[in-house]
């Protein structure tokens, strides 16, 4: 069992930056495989990165590639994502997601998780 909290989120400009922080409770943190997705009003949950079990391998979706880092620390128990040059289309709750996979590969879709925290707000200003 794992439970996840996010922090981090809040209002921006456009062109700002905001690090997101999901922290991990339970066991065995090392061997989950972690992720961010995002919801917007009215749109359907959206993947934007993913990092597998030991941090060697990840992922993210087109439109944050360059912007967006995804990073963990396993002797902390959590997983970030550094967001810069933020645009106001990355307005959104972002969700943080875990799932135990013990892979290189990454997994970029919302079925393949089954663990996940509340959400943080992200709110970018034009």
């Known amino acids: 069992q794992v439970q996840l909290v996010e922090s981090g989120g809040g209002l921006v400009q456009a062109g700002g930056s905001l690090r997101l922080s999901c922290a991990a409770s339970?066991?065995?943190?090392?061997?989950?495989?972690l992720a961010w997705f995002r919801q917007a009003p009215g749109k359907e949950r959206e993947f934007v990165a993913a990092?597998?079990?030991?941090?060697?391998?990840?992922a993210y979706v087109d439109s944050v590639k360059g912007r967006f880092t995804i990073s963990r620390d396993n002797a902390k128990n959590t997983v970030y994502l550094q967001m810069n040059s933020l645009k106001p289309e990355d307005t959104a709750v972002y969700y943080c997601?875990?799932?135990?996979?013990?892979?290189?590969?990454?997994?970029?879709?919302?079925?393949?998780?089954?663990?996940w925290g509340q959400g943080t707000q992200v709110t970018v200003s034009s």
């Open positions: 990092i597998n079990w030991s941090g060697g391998t990840a």
């Open positions: 997601a875990a799932e135990r996979i013990i892979l290189s590969v990454v997994v970029r879709t919302a079925a393949g998780y089954h663990y």
């Open positions: 339970g066991r065995s943190f090392s061997a989950y495989a």
